[in-house]
């Protein structure tokens, strides 16, 4: 049996998020897994290192599944690629272990945010970015950054409703790059809770807004009320950039 590992980069503006459902071909797990189907004619399933909400993008998405079949993995790539609808792309194919998984073997992630901070909106990336058309105090929110840096329970900025898992993730980085009116959030860490980066990007614009003072951080760290911090930013400006292991 062989383990085969996907690096896949998606569009996922028109799809319900990363996980197949029952009801619907709109995920991109589903989309894969069709392909699979007809390329080996096995009955596939692949796990990814983890879900992206409806909407949300990917860069650098990585998933795994077993295969008996015996084609040479530059024809599995050329395949995906050619019958894969055109906003999902296999970037890259390998032969891993058989004790390779996507999703227990992830040591961290990366994700990035966009922010289209001008009045006037764009129309070229309207679909991979949030417009916020207010001044924004770009020391305020990097104080902010530096505030949700390191080990804490993030319970409180994320939309989980009761878990027996752990919520206490650590955030290596969190950095704020400005290129014109475009201003890119690039978050990395161990791990991140359901809705976890879209209500701290929430929280952040809030502070540099003025519409919150940077010291809710800390009260949201010490109470746990997802109410306190701020609201959860539309997906469609999120990417998954990338996933590690060792």
């Not at 995906?80 to 992830?106: G, M």
């Amino acid at each position: 049996m062989r383990n085969i590992k996907l690096t896949i980069e998606y569009d996922g503006k028109r799809y319900l998020g990363w996980q197949r459902l029952g009801d619907s071909d709109k995920t991109i797990q589903g989309k894969i897994e069709s392909i699979l189907k007809q390329m080996t004619g096995e009955e596939i399933e692949i796990t990814g290192s983890g879900r992206t909400d409806s909407g949300t993008h990917a860069r650098g998405q990585v998933a795994n599944f077993k295969t008996e079949h015996s084609m040479a993995r530059a024809e599995m790539l050329d395949f995906l690629n050619r019958y894969l609808p055109r906003d999902i792309v296999v970037k890259k194919v390998e032969e891993v272990p058989e004790r390779f998984h996507a999703r227990y073997n992830c040591v961290g992630k990366q994700y990035s945010y966009y922010v289209w901070n001008e009045q006037i909106p764009t129309v070229f990336d309207r679909n991979h970015s949030f417009h916020v058309p207010e001044k924004l105090d770009l020391e305020k929110m990097e104080e902010a950054c530096q505030k949700l840096i390191g080990t804490h329970d993030f319970i409180g900025f994320s939309a989980l409703k009761k878990t027996k898992k752990s919520t206490v993730k650590t955030i290596n980085e969190l950095s704020i790059k400005r290129e014109g009116g475009m201003l890119c959030f690039t978050f990395k860490g161990d791990g991140f809770l359901y809705k976890m980066v879209r209500i701290i990007m929430g929280t952040i614009l809030e502070i540099g807004a003025g519409k919150m003072p940077v010291t809710v951080i800390d009260e949201i760290f010490e109470n746990k009320i997802r109410k306190d911090a701020g609201e959860t930013v539309p997906a469609q400006a999120l990417f998954l950039d990338e996933v590690y292991y060792r």
